[in-house]
Protein backbone atom coordinates (compact mmCIF):
# COMPACT_ATOMS: atom_id res chain seq x y z
CA UNK A 1 0.00 0.00 0.00
CA UNK A 2 0.88 3.31 -0.96
CA UNK A 3 0.13 6.17 1.03
CA UNK A 4 -0.09 9.61 -1.19
CA UNK A 5 -0.46 12.88 0.63
CA UNK A 6 -1.57 15.41 -1.10
CA UNK A 7 -3.11 12.60 -3.32
CA UNK A 8 -5.94 15.10 -4.35
CA UNK A 9 -3.92 17.94 -5.84
CA UNK A 10 -2.94 18.43 -9.06
CA UNK A 11 -0.14 16.23 -9.40
CA UNK A 12 -0.46 13.62 -6.52
CA UNK A 13 -3.95 13.02 -8.37
CA UNK A 14 -2.23 12.37 -11.94
CA UNK A 15 0.24 10.13 -9.87
CA UNK A 16 -1.89 8.31 -7.45
CA UNK A 17 -4.50 7.57 -11.46
CA UNK A 18 -0.15 6.35 -12.34
CA UNK A 19 0.12 4.00 -9.67
CA UNK A 20 -3.15 2.90 -9.80
CA UNK A 21 -2.97 1.98 -13.09
CA UNK A 22 0.64 -0.24 -12.33
CA UNK A 23 -1.13 -2.27 -10.31
CA UNK A 24 -0.34 -0.17 -6.81
CA UNK A 25 -3.00 0.33 -3.85
CA UNK A 26 -2.88 3.61 -3.04
CA UNK A 27 -4.44 5.88 0.26
CA UNK A 28 -4.62 9.10 0.34
CA UNK A 29 -4.29 11.49 3.16
CA UNK A 30 -5.79 15.12 2.18
CA UNK A 31 -7.23 18.00 3.99
CA UNK A 32 -8.83 19.60 0.42
CA UNK A 33 -7.13 22.69 1.91
CA UNK A 34 -6.55 23.50 -1.98
CA UNK A 35 -8.65 20.38 -3.59
CA UNK A 36 -12.16 19.07 -3.94
CA UNK A 37 -13.37 15.92 -2.97
CA UNK A 38 -15.20 15.12 -6.35
CA UNK A 39 -11.27 14.67 -7.94
CA UNK A 40 -11.02 11.23 -5.48
CA UNK A 41 -14.32 9.67 -7.47
CA UNK A 42 -12.20 11.20 -11.30
CA UNK A 43 -9.77 9.29 -10.31
CA UNK A 44 -11.64 5.68 -9.21
CA UNK A 45 -13.56 6.38 -12.81
CA UNK A 46 -10.71 6.79 -14.48
CA UNK A 47 -8.62 3.93 -12.73
CA UNK A 48 -12.18 1.82 -11.93
CA UNK A 49 -10.30 1.22 -8.57
CA UNK A 50 -11.36 1.76 -5.19
CA UNK A 51 -8.95 4.53 -3.17
CA UNK A 52 -9.17 5.07 0.46
CA UNK A 53 -9.13 8.41 1.36
CA UNK A 54 -8.69 10.43 4.80
CA UNK A 55 -9.71 14.05 5.04
CA UNK A 56 -7.22 15.27 7.31
CA UNK A 57 -5.14 17.50 7.97
CA UNK A 58 -1.05 15.80 8.20
CA UNK A 59 0.01 17.92 11.00
CA UNK A 60 -2.73 15.64 13.03
CA UNK A 61 -0.12 13.01 14.18
CA UNK A 62 -2.96 10.96 16.00
CA UNK A 63 -4.91 10.74 12.42
CA UNK A 64 -1.67 9.63 10.74
CA UNK A 65 -0.76 7.06 12.85
CA UNK A 66 -4.68 5.70 12.76
CA UNK A 67 -3.98 5.22 8.80
CA UNK A 68 -0.92 3.72 9.55
CA UNK A 69 -2.22 1.17 12.11
CA UNK A 70 -4.85 -0.16 9.32
CA UNK A 71 -2.62 -0.53 6.38
CA UNK A 72 1.10 -1.98 5.58
CA UNK A 73 2.39 1.46 4.23
CA UNK A 74 5.38 0.08 1.60
CA UNK A 75 6.02 3.60 0.08
CA UNK A 76 5.11 7.01 0.76
CA UNK A 77 4.77 10.17 -1.48
CA UNK A 78 4.28 13.31 0.20
CA UNK A 79 2.84 15.77 -2.16
CA UNK A 80 1.31 17.73 0.78
CA UNK A 81 2.22 21.47 0.76
CA UNK A 82 1.23 24.85 0.77
CA UNK A 83 2.62 26.03 -2.83
CA UNK A 84 1.85 29.95 -3.61
CA UNK A 85 5.20 31.81 -3.84
CA UNK A 86 3.82 35.06 -3.36
CA UNK A 87 1.02 33.96 -0.56
CA UNK A 88 4.41 32.51 1.18
CA UNK A 89 5.48 35.77 1.62
CA UNK A 90 2.54 37.08 2.94
CA UNK A 91 2.15 34.21 5.91
CA UNK A 92 5.17 32.47 6.18
CA UNK A 93 4.74 31.09 9.32
CA UNK A 94 1.82 29.07 7.85
CA UNK A 95 4.10 27.71 5.09
CA UNK A 96 6.68 26.48 7.77
CA UNK A 97 4.49 25.20 10.00
CA UNK A 98 2.04 23.27 7.37
CA UNK A 99 5.01 22.23 4.53
CA UNK A 100 7.33 21.14 7.75
CA UNK A 101 5.56 19.77 10.58
CA UNK A 102 3.35 17.51 8.09
CA UNK A 103 6.73 16.53 6.68
CA UNK A 104 8.02 15.44 10.20
CA UNK A 105 4.76 13.71 10.97
CA UNK A 106 5.23 11.49 7.62
CA UNK A 107 8.88 11.41 9.15
CA UNK A 108 8.17 10.21 12.02
CA UNK A 109 5.19 7.16 11.32
CA UNK A 110 8.00 5.84 8.39
CA UNK A 111 10.14 5.31 11.16
CA UNK A 112 7.49 4.04 13.88
CA UNK A 113 6.09 1.28 10.91
CA UNK A 114 8.86 0.59 9.30
CA UNK A 115 7.96 2.20 5.72
CA UNK A 116 11.14 2.38 4.02
CA UNK A 117 10.53 4.27 0.63
CA UNK A 118 9.37 8.47 0.60
CA UNK A 119 9.34 10.35 -2.50
CA UNK A 120 9.35 14.48 -1.70
CA UNK A 121 8.13 16.94 -4.09
CA UNK A 122 10.79 19.24 -4.50
CA UNK A 123 11.58 22.04 -6.71
CA UNK A 124 13.36 23.13 -9.17
CA UNK A 125 13.68 26.66 -7.16
CA UNK A 126 16.58 25.65 -4.47
CA UNK A 127 18.37 26.74 -7.40
CA UNK A 128 17.22 29.94 -6.97
CA UNK A 129 18.56 31.78 -10.21
CA UNK A 130 21.43 29.17 -11.40
CA UNK A 131 24.97 30.25 -13.14
CA UNK A 132 25.37 27.62 -15.57
CA UNK A 133 22.06 25.95 -17.71
CA UNK A 134 20.97 23.13 -18.08
CA UNK A 135 21.01 22.32 -14.32
CA UNK A 136 21.97 19.36 -13.19
CA UNK A 137 21.61 18.48 -9.82
CA UNK A 138 25.12 19.37 -8.73
CA UNK A 139 24.14 22.93 -9.83
CA UNK A 140 25.05 24.39 -6.19
CA UNK A 141 21.84 25.71 -4.10
CA UNK A 142 21.48 29.09 -3.31
CA UNK A 143 19.46 31.29 -1.11
CA UNK A 144 15.89 30.91 -1.83
CA UNK A 145 13.79 33.71 -3.35
CA UNK A 146 10.80 33.31 -0.91
CA UNK A 147 9.76 31.09 2.13
CA UNK A 148 7.92 28.73 0.31
CA UNK A 149 11.58 28.34 -1.46
CA UNK A 150 13.25 27.64 2.08
CA UNK A 151 10.40 25.25 3.54
CA UNK A 152 11.66 23.09 -0.17
CA UNK A 153 15.31 23.66 1.15
CA UNK A 154 14.62 22.30 4.80
CA UNK A 155 12.47 19.41 3.66
CA UNK A 156 15.34 18.20 1.53
CA UNK A 157 17.49 19.20 4.44
CA UNK A 158 15.00 17.11 7.08
CA UNK A 159 14.88 14.33 4.85
CA UNK A 160 18.50 13.60 4.22
CA UNK A 161 19.49 13.86 8.20
CA UNK A 162 16.76 11.06 8.82
CA UNK A 163 17.78 9.30 6.21
CA UNK A 164 21.23 8.72 7.61
CA UNK A 165 19.87 8.60 10.65
CA UNK A 166 17.54 5.74 10.33
CA UNK A 167 18.63 4.01 7.21
CA UNK A 168 15.54 5.01 4.97
CA UNK A 169 15.60 5.82 0.99
CA UNK A 170 14.39 8.83 0.16
CA UNK A 171 14.18 10.35 -3.62
CA UNK A 172 14.32 13.97 -3.86
CA UNK A 173 12.02 14.95 -6.70
CA UNK A 174 13.14 18.28 -8.18
CA UNK A 175 9.94 19.11 -10.58
CA UNK A 176 10.63 22.23 -13.28
CA UNK A 177 7.20 23.68 -14.12
CA UNK A 178 4.48 21.20 -14.20
CA UNK A 179 1.45 22.21 -16.87
CA UNK A 180 -1.25 20.14 -18.37
CA UNK A 181 -4.20 17.85 -17.27
CA UNK A 182 -5.06 13.93 -18.14
CA UNK A 183 -5.48 12.77 -21.33
CA UNK A 184 -9.27 11.59 -20.13
CA UNK A 185 -9.63 15.98 -19.31
CA UNK A 186 -10.88 14.29 -16.19
CA UNK A 187 -8.20 15.72 -13.67
CA UNK A 188 -6.08 18.92 -13.81
CA UNK A 189 -5.24 21.92 -11.74
CA UNK A 190 -8.02 23.69 -10.40
CA UNK A 191 -8.58 27.37 -9.76
CA UNK A 192 -9.31 27.58 -6.45
CA UNK A 193 -8.62 31.78 -5.70
CA UNK A 194 -6.17 33.45 -7.96
CA UNK A 195 -3.61 31.41 -10.28
CA UNK A 196 -0.03 31.09 -9.03
CA UNK A 197 1.27 29.79 -12.76
CA UNK A 198 1.42 31.08 -16.05
CA UNK A 199 -0.38 28.66 -17.93
CA UNK A 200 -3.36 28.88 -15.98
CA UNK A 201 -3.38 32.22 -17.21
CA UNK A 202 -3.14 31.99 -20.84
CA UNK A 203 -6.55 29.31 -20.73
CA UNK A 204 -7.99 31.83 -18.65
CA UNK A 205 -7.03 34.92 -21.32
CA UNK A 206 -8.40 32.44 -23.63
CA UNK A 207 -11.75 31.81 -22.07
CA UNK A 208 -12.33 35.12 -21.82
CA UNK A 209 -12.19 35.22 -17.82
CA UNK A 210 -8.93 37.93 -18.45
CA UNK A 211 -9.34 40.19 -21.00
CA UNK A 212 -5.54 39.67 -21.79
CA UNK A 213 -1.98 37.77 -20.18
CA UNK A 214 0.14 40.08 -18.45
CA UNK A 215 3.35 39.33 -19.68
CA UNK A 216 6.15 39.87 -16.61
CA UNK A 217 9.21 41.75 -18.37
CA UNK A 218 10.38 41.69 -21.93
CA UNK A 219 13.82 43.36 -20.90
CA UNK A 220 15.32 39.73 -19.75
CA UNK A 221 18.90 38.68 -20.93
CA UNK A 222 17.27 36.05 -23.38
CA UNK A 223 16.19 35.89 -27.00
CA UNK A 224 12.79 37.44 -26.90
CA UNK A 225 13.58 38.87 -23.71
CA UNK A 226 11.04 37.17 -21.82
CA UNK A 227 11.78 34.93 -19.34
CA UNK A 228 12.80 31.15 -19.92
CA UNK A 229 11.37 27.75 -18.02
CA UNK A 230 11.13 24.23 -18.37
CA UNK A 231 7.49 23.13 -18.81
CA UNK A 232 6.57 19.43 -18.19
CA UNK A 233 3.59 17.78 -18.86
CA UNK A 234 1.54 16.72 -15.41
CA UNK A 235 1.26 13.18 -16.85
CA UNK A 236 4.76 12.68 -17.99
CA UNK A 237 5.81 13.45 -13.87
CA UNK A 238 3.54 11.69 -12.51
CA UNK A 239 5.18 8.49 -14.28
CA UNK A 240 8.33 10.02 -13.05
CA UNK A 241 7.08 8.88 -9.24
CA UNK A 242 6.06 5.33 -10.18
CA UNK A 243 9.48 4.82 -11.71
CA UNK A 244 11.49 6.23 -8.57
CA UNK A 245 9.49 4.32 -6.36
CA UNK A 246 10.75 1.30 -8.59
CA UNK A 247 13.98 2.58 -8.26
CA UNK A 248 13.62 2.93 -4.36
CA UNK A 249 11.82 -0.52 -4.02
CA UNK A 250 14.94 -2.12 -6.12
CA UNK A 251 17.25 -0.55 -3.98
CA UNK A 252 15.64 -1.86 -0.94
CA UNK A 253 16.47 -5.06 -1.90
CA UNK A 254 19.74 -4.74 -3.03
CA UNK A 255 21.44 -3.58 -0.58
CA UNK A 256 20.48 -2.48 3.27
CA UNK A 257 22.07 0.94 2.90
CA UNK A 258 20.35 4.11 3.27
CA UNK A 259 20.12 6.62 0.69
CA UNK A 260 19.20 9.96 -0.27
CA UNK A 261 18.73 10.22 -4.49
CA UNK A 262 17.80 13.34 -6.03
CA UNK A 263 16.58 14.04 -9.58
CA UNK A 264 15.64 16.96 -11.67
CA UNK A 265 12.30 16.60 -13.63
CA UNK A 266 12.26 18.30 -16.66
CA UNK A 267 12.01 18.45 -20.32
CA UNK A 268 15.77 19.66 -20.78
CA UNK A 269 14.42 22.49 -22.88
CA UNK A 270 13.88 25.97 -22.69
CA UNK A 271 10.75 27.64 -23.55
CA UNK A 272 10.09 31.52 -22.68
CA UNK A 273 6.77 32.94 -22.10
CA UNK A 274 6.25 34.46 -25.82
CA UNK A 275 7.08 30.67 -26.97
CA UNK A 276 4.00 29.56 -24.51
CA UNK A 277 1.76 32.05 -25.99
CA UNK A 278 2.83 30.81 -29.05
CA UNK A 279 3.18 27.42 -28.54
CA UNK A 280 -0.64 27.57 -27.33
CA UNK A 281 -2.25 29.68 -30.13
CA UNK A 282 -0.63 27.15 -32.64
CA UNK A 283 -2.02 24.20 -30.53
CA UNK A 284 -5.79 25.20 -30.45
CA UNK A 285 -6.44 28.16 -33.19
CA UNK A 286 -7.35 30.62 -30.42
CA UNK A 287 -5.17 34.06 -29.89
CA UNK A 288 -3.89 34.90 -26.70
CA UNK A 289 -4.06 39.11 -26.31
CA UNK A 290 -1.18 40.32 -24.46
CA UNK A 291 0.34 43.26 -22.60
CA UNK A 292 3.70 43.62 -21.40
CA UNK A 293 4.24 44.81 -17.63
CA UNK A 294 7.31 45.39 -15.50
CA UNK A 295 9.10 42.53 -14.31
CA UNK A 296 7.40 40.06 -11.22
CA UNK A 297 9.38 40.32 -8.10
CA UNK A 298 11.56 37.70 -7.11
CA UNK A 299 11.39 36.24 -10.72
CA UNK A 300 14.59 34.61 -12.27
CA UNK A 301 15.58 34.83 -15.80
CA UNK A 302 15.89 30.98 -16.95
CA UNK A 303 15.64 27.62 -15.30
CA UNK A 304 16.02 24.39 -17.34
CA UNK A 305 16.75 20.91 -16.16
CA UNK A 306 19.66 18.46 -17.58
CA UNK A 307 16.83 15.76 -16.80
CA UNK A 308 19.71 12.98 -17.72
CA UNK A 309 19.97 11.49 -14.29
CA UNK A 310 16.81 10.76 -14.46
CA UNK A 311 16.52 9.40 -17.84
CA UNK A 312 19.30 7.11 -16.96
CA UNK A 313 18.71 6.06 -13.13
CA UNK A 314 14.97 5.85 -13.79
CA UNK A 315 14.53 4.90 -17.51
CA UNK A 316 11.91 7.54 -17.79
CA UNK A 317 11.89 11.24 -19.87
CA UNK A 318 9.34 13.39 -20.38
CA UNK A 319 7.59 12.47 -23.94
CA UNK A 320 4.67 15.09 -23.87
CA UNK A 321 5.27 18.15 -26.48
CA UNK A 322 4.90 21.36 -25.49
CA UNK A 323 1.49 22.31 -28.03
CA UNK A 324 0.29 18.25 -26.77
CA UNK A 325 0.46 20.10 -22.79
CA UNK A 326 -1.06 23.31 -23.72
CA UNK A 327 -4.00 21.63 -25.56
CA UNK A 328 -4.40 19.38 -22.72
CA UNK A 329 -4.68 22.65 -20.19
CA UNK A 330 -7.23 24.42 -22.56
CA UNK A 331 -9.33 21.10 -22.49
CA UNK A 332 -9.13 20.93 -19.07
CA UNK A 333 -9.82 25.04 -19.32
CA UNK A 334 -13.30 24.45 -21.30
CA UNK A 335 -14.38 21.73 -18.87
CA UNK A 336 -14.60 24.25 -15.83
CA UNK A 337 -16.35 26.65 -17.40
P1 LIG B 1 -1.73 21.15 -4.89
O1 LIG B 1 -1.99 22.31 -3.98
O2 LIG B 1 -2.62 20.98 -6.06
O3 LIG B 1 -1.71 19.78 -4.06
C1 LIG B 1 -1.32 19.71 -2.71
C2 LIG B 1 -2.41 18.98 -1.94
O4 LIG B 1 -2.01 18.85 -0.58
C3 LIG B 1 -3.75 19.71 -1.95
O5 LIG B 1 -4.76 18.82 -2.38
C4 LIG B 1 -3.96 20.14 -0.49
O6 LIG B 1 -5.34 20.11 -0.14
C5 LIG B 1 -3.13 19.12 0.26
N1 LIG B 1 -2.57 19.58 1.53
C6 LIG B 1 -1.85 20.69 1.79
N2 LIG B 1 -1.48 20.74 3.08
C7 LIG B 1 -1.99 19.61 3.66
C8 LIG B 1 -1.95 19.07 4.98
N3 LIG B 1 -1.35 19.71 6.00
N4 LIG B 1 -2.56 17.90 5.22
C9 LIG B 1 -3.20 17.23 4.21
N5 LIG B 1 -3.27 17.69 2.96
C10 LIG B 1 -2.67 18.87 2.69
O7 LIG B 1 -0.20 21.26 -5.35
P2 LIG B 1 0.57 20.51 -6.52
O8 LIG B 1 0.80 21.48 -7.61
O9 LIG B 1 -0.06 19.21 -6.80
O10 LIG B 1 1.97 20.30 -5.80
C11 LIG B 1 2.28 19.11 -5.11
C12 LIG B 1 3.65 19.25 -4.47
O11 LIG B 1 4.61 19.55 -5.48
C13 LIG B 1 3.76 20.37 -3.44
O12 LIG B 1 4.60 19.93 -2.40
C14 LIG B 1 4.42 21.49 -4.21
O13 LIG B 1 5.14 22.34 -3.37
C15 LIG B 1 5.34 20.71 -5.13
N6 LIG B 1 5.69 21.42 -6.37
C16 LIG B 1 4.69 21.92 -7.15
C17 LIG B 1 5.03 22.61 -8.32
C18 LIG B 1 3.96 23.23 -9.17
O14 LIG B 1 4.28 24.17 -9.92
N7 LIG B 1 2.73 22.77 -9.15
C19 LIG B 1 6.39 22.74 -8.69
C20 LIG B 1 7.36 22.19 -7.87
C21 LIG B 1 7.00 21.53 -6.71
C1 LIG C 1 6.54 31.22 -15.38
C2 LIG C 1 6.98 32.43 -16.19
C3 LIG C 1 6.68 34.53 -15.04
C4 LIG C 1 2.30 34.52 -14.97
C5 LIG C 1 6.86 28.82 -9.91
C6 LIG C 1 7.47 28.71 -8.55
C7 LIG C 1 8.44 27.58 -8.49
C8 LIG C 1 7.80 26.29 -8.96
C9 LIG C 1 7.21 26.46 -10.32
C10 LIG C 1 6.79 25.24 -7.07
C11 LIG C 1 7.73 33.47 -15.34
C12 LIG C 1 5.81 34.46 -16.29
C13 LIG C 1 3.64 34.18 -15.16
C14 LIG C 1 1.75 35.60 -15.72
C15 LIG C 1 3.88 35.90 -16.80
N1 LIG C 1 6.70 25.92 -8.12
N2 LIG C 1 4.41 34.86 -16.06
N3 LIG C 1 2.57 36.24 -16.61
O1 LIG C 1 7.76 31.53 -11.48
O2 LIG C 1 8.84 29.73 -12.90
O3 LIG C 1 7.88 29.12 -10.81
O4 LIG C 1 6.28 27.57 -10.28
O5 LIG C 1 7.74 24.74 -6.55
O6 LIG C 1 8.84 27.47 -7.17
O7 LIG C 1 8.12 29.93 -8.23
O8 LIG C 1 6.35 29.77 -12.65
O9 LIG C 1 4.26 29.76 -13.90
O10 LIG C 1 4.59 31.51 -12.11
O11 LIG C 1 5.88 31.67 -14.20
O12 LIG C 1 4.58 36.54 -17.61
O13 LIG C 1 0.59 35.97 -15.57
O14 LIG C 1 5.79 33.11 -16.65
O15 LIG C 1 7.20 35.82 -14.88
O16 LIG C 1 8.72 34.01 -16.16
P1 LIG C 1 7.77 30.15 -11.97
P2 LIG C 1 5.17 30.67 -13.17
Redesign the pocket.
Known sequence: MILV?????????HTAVELLSRGYDVVI???????EKFILHRIEEITGKKVHFFP????RQELLEQVFEAFSITGII??????AVGESQIIPLEYYE??LF?LINVCKMSKKYDCNNIIF?????VYGQADVMPITEDTPIKEAESS?GRT?QMGEDILKDFARAERKRVALL?????IGAHHTSKLG??PKGIP??LVPYVTQTASGIREYLQIFGDDYDTPDGTAIRDYIHVEDLAKAHVAALGFLEKKLSDTVESSIEIFNLGTGKGSSVLDIVKAFETATGIPIPYIIVPRRAGDITEAYADPSRANSFLNWKAETSLEESLRSSWVWQQSLN
Not at 56 to 59: I, V
Open positions: TGGLGYIGSVDDLSNSFDLRHFAAYKNNSSSSCTYKRYFNPELNN
